[in-house]
């Protein structure tokens, strides 16, 4: 088990250096072909390649609503128990996007999931969503992706109201909901089979992994399943260098079980999660592993759940409250 610091680390790295330099004004191309086209990575894929959008959401209530949750199905899942000889774990990766600032995307990890065929759970803000809409149809249009929520700007669960919470989960449906219609839209080329596809998430991801009950009742109430993981693949290092990455991945295979959820990160911090997940799936793969969308695998067997959100143990990520501002979305940070 890696040390509590380690896991604390990957988050606050990931956040810090999302939210520094200012973002260069190139607009993202809505223009641009929506099924079919080009995967390659490019400037609007950069940390730094699309311009910042403060505006509030298009849609900030879905037009189709979730029925609530049962009261037995409010919680945390961080893994699901399954046969010791199922060897099936679920890889997830975070889209986190603070409202001050704009991340990017990983297309050599989207890439390589896609060239290889790798089923994925993407949780996704939902200004992330807008500011990467190509992406996301794209991302929309393989039939072994998942989406899910991540809230609207990265906002703390457990420093928001009620109502406060409520936005940033609806506004992000709301936006998943405006790219889909897209998608299906009578002048779309290529587009078949894209009915298929959920008609909003279903799965939630707390930022920061913070949570409170009240909190936890709301999202239910919203009918969203909260999902974490039970084991975290990067360490904060630089897995642009393979030594580390091979190093990183080598720690996380041998914490993951049969059930397993894991945790990567898709917006490009921290650096070499492609090359990370690269090393991580080879060895797996040699263990005997294939691999699910979450909501695949909560189909298989029983939910392990918690009634609060961590990393590794509870309370492991406390500090991170004072880190991004009053509500974990950046704004109101103090600078250092």
């Keep these: 088990m890696w040390k509590m610091g380690q896991h604390l680390v990957v988050l606050a790295f990931c956040l810090i250096i999302t939210s520094i330099c200012a973002t260069a004004e190139v607009p993202e191309a809505l223009s641009a072909p929506v099924v079919g086209s080009d995967w390659q990575a490019d400037r609007l894929d950069e940390k730094f390649g699309v311009k910042n959008n403060n505006a509030p959401p ?9 029925p609530p949750l049962r009261g037995e199905d409010v919680g945390v899942i961080r893994r699901v128990k399954v ?40 949780f996704m803000c939902g200004k992330w969503m807008r500011s990467h809409a190509r992406r996301l149809r794209q991302i929309m249009t393989v039939p072994f992706f998942e989406v899910a929520n991540h809230a609207w700007n990265h906002g703390n669960c457990a420093l ?34 894209l009915h298929q596809m959920p008609q909003v998430p279903q799965l939630f991801r707390l930022p920061y992994a913070r949570s409170t009950p009240q909190a936890l ?90 009634m609060d959100g961590y990393f590794c143990r509870p309370g492991d990520n406390l500090q991170l409250d004072k880190k991004f501002g009053p509500k974990g979305t950046g704004v109101g940070r103090r600078e250092h």
């Design 217 to 306: 009742e709301g999202i239910a109430a919203l009918g969203l399943r909260v999902v974490l993981w039970d084991v975290v693949a990067e360490n904060g290092s630089d897995c642009t260098n393979i030594v580390n990455a091979r190093r990183a991945a080598a720690r996380a295979a041998q914490t993951v079980r049969p059930g397993s959820i894991i945790l990567l990160h898709a917006n490009l911090v921290p650096r070499g999660s492609a090359q990370l997940l690269k090393e991580l799936v080879a060895l797996l793969r040699d263990k005997g592993y294939r691999f699910v969308t979450v909501g695949e695998l909560l189909s298989l067997g029983e939910q392990e759940t918690v």
């Design 58 to 66: 298009e849609r900030p209530v879905p037009k189709r609503m979730l």
């Design 83 to 122: 046969p010791e000889d199922m060897k099936v774990a679920a890889l997830t990766f975070d889209f986190c996007e603070l409202q001050t600032k704009v991340s990017g995307c990983d297309m050599g990890i989207v890439n390589f999931l896609r060239t290889e065929k790798l089923p994925a759970t993407f």
């Design 160 to 193: 928001l109201s009620r109502a406060e919470l409520e936005e940033q989960v609806l506004a992000t449906q709301g936006e998943y909901e405006l790219v889909r219609e897209k998608l299906l839209s009578p002048n779309t080329q290529d587009a078949q089979d």
